[in-house]
């Protein structure tokens, strides 16, 4: 997802509130909200799986590989 899905993303929001979306806009809308989505989500994924906890005894586990990816 770059800027520029994320201009037109909010550029259909704006217009949608003011005038509305024609449906070939709307689907626009609703498949690049589905893709920042699915950004926002890897992002997360990749960012929990790289957490590491130091145990009691001192050891470290690295919840990623404690855990795996469990997907979307």
Known sequence: MNNIDIDRI?????????????????????????????????NLRGSLDNISIQEEDGSITNLGEKHGHKGN
């Open 10 to 42: 909010n550029t259909l929001y704006h217009k949608s509130k003011a005038v509305g979306l024609t449906p070939e806009e709307a689907e626009e809308q609703k498949r690049l909200r589905k893709a920042y989505i699915q950004a926002i989500r890897r």
